[in-house]
């Protein structure tokens, strides 16, 4: 494994690197994670890959001075960035399919066809790549992917100023919400699962000023689905979508409707006997094969 860090304006987005393959994938973070939740996976890559997972704003070793927005394009141009200095993945002299690195002169060209492998908020991500940039994207891995269907809270608290404030003021002082919780729990309007893991994101001070700084900050990352189908029935990518089919914060009936878009042919579903952990050693063979197939 390597790690590094690479530079954006007055930050620092630190990079892990497994493998020594020609074949690039890109790896995205959950939310609360880090790159280093890939390391069982980069550890038995192979020679054919080389896997490369950031610390996203907010998270792991990253140090990010830049506010409460990270643009999807300054995400890009650090991928491209950092590929630039893989020499596995460095095209050959005089490759035809060699391009230009347009937002950054100085910077050596790029190959494009990389692969991306995102996890809950990194399936969000990698969806905004695809939409941005889908010349650069051979293939999509998404596990637990956040981002195929609508969460109104989400939206509500991210995507409207008043809706914003309102988030703050209730990460300074949820007492409402937990009212509100304890009552839709008790009356069972609420799902267990769902009632354990927000009052576990809400009931530490620290906790909730993390929340409310990392969702507004990947705030930028919104996939819009029609598009996205679009490219990909477009250029007829291959999609893996991996889901846990107890999973209560991310349901893999969302897959399905995503693929009801014109792009079963090409995007295939694996639901696993567990619940939204996904990113786990026993589950290796099953996210190996997921990438290869």
Known sequence: MQTGYYPLRNSRIHYRSWGTGPRLVFALHGYGESAAAFTFLGEAIGNDFTLVAIDLPFHGQTEWNEGLFFDPRDLLFVLRGIQATLPSTQPAPG?????????????????????????????????????????????LVLVAPDGLRLNPWYWLSTQTR????????????????????????????????????????????????????????????????????????????????????????????????????GIAATCHLTLLPTGHQLLRPQYLAILLSELTA
Request: aromatic residues 12%; hydrophobic residues 40%; charged residues 25%.
């Open 162 to 261: 008043p809706g914003n404030i309102l988030f703050r003021a209730t990460m300074r002082r949820p007492g409402w919400l937990f009212l509100l919780l304890r009552i839709g729990n008790a009356l069972r309007l609420v799902n267990p699962s769902v009632y354990k893991f927000t009052v576990q994101y809400i009931d530490d001070d620290r906790v909730r000023q993390e929340l409310y700084t990392r969702w507004t900050t990947m705030r930028g990352f919104r996939p819009r689905l029609a598009v996205i189908a679009a490219i990909i029935r477009e250029k007829k990518l291959p999609v893996r979508l991996v889901y846990g089919r107890y999973d209560r914060i991310i349901r893999w009936e969302s897959a399905e409707k995503f693929r009801k878009r």
């Open 95 to 139: 490759d035809p399919a060699v391009m230009p690195l347009k937002t950054d002169p100085a910077v050596t060209p790029y190959l494009p066809g990389w692969w991306l492998l995102g996890y809950s908020m990194g399936g969000r991500i990698a969806l905004q790549l695809l939409q941005d940039s889908p010349q650069l994207i051979d293939k």
